[in-house]
């Protein structure tokens, strides 16, 4: 009996003392990613939850220097339907390295009340893949520092769905509000030309 405890213990610490193994997020190493980090604007270091989940994500390791297209979303807003093309844009351009981040906001009333139905609307009824997070504010004082920066270098979200074209160094090369679909002919302008 003693043998097995001191084996146990022998195995625990041996588990214990094993170098820490950093996760690679989408292929990254541990290096590409800190170097990523780091090269990363500061209003993107940011920690924020998943949709409907536990699960937390820092959009530098996200966006890892890529161009990234961040929208407001709403779940009953008279333009949610665009999260259907905001998919197909993410499917279309995801190859070319575009990163696709919606943050859910009940700013404008419009949110369902509970992330349950949320993450309905957007991942089963809209099919959406690309990353959704919790609910935020995205105007005035209490918007989240990612919104700040975005209102800062151009305008804050007048209603939902606006989207910002980010380059990878954190500067706005596009903002469009509501009205401007994702799969109209001008917002596919601005992502071949942001991808070039």
């Known amino acids: 009996m003693k043998l097995r405890g001191v084996v146990m213990f022998a195995s625990l610490a041996a588990a214990l003392s094993v170098s820490p193994v950093v996760p690679s997020v989408a292929g990254l190493s541990g290096v590409a990613m800190a170097k990523a980090a780091q090269s990363c604007p500061a209003f993107l270091n940011q920690d924020y939850r998943k949709l409907h989940s536990s699960e937390n994500v820092n959009l530098c390791s996200l966006v890892s220097g ?3 297209l ?3 979303t709403a779940s009953h807003c008279g333009f949610t339907p665009q999260f259907k093309g905001l998919e197909a844009a993410y499917k279309k351009y995801q190859s070319r390295g575009l990163v696709v981040v ?5 700013d404008f009333n419009q949110e369902a009340k ?3 139905e949320a993450a309905t609307m957007c991942y089963i009824n809209y099919g959406v893949t690309f990353t959704m997070l919790a609910p935020q504010h995205v105007k ?3 918007a989240n520092p990612v919104f700040k920066e975005l209102a800062r270098q151009t305008q804050e979200p007048k209603w939902n769905f606006n989207k910002y074209l980010v380059t990878a160094d954190g500067k706005v090369a596009q903002y469009f509000d509501s009205k401007v679909a994702p799969d109209s002919a001008q917002f596919d302008e601005a992502i071949e030309k942001l991808l070039k």
Do not use: M, R
Not at 102 to 106: A, E, H, L, T, V
């Open 66 to 68: 890529k161009p990234v």
């Open 114 to 116: 509970d992330e349950e």
């Open 140 to 142: 005035g004082a209490d």
């Open 70 to 72: 961040i929208v407001n």
């Open 102 to 106: 919606g943050f859910s906001s009940d």
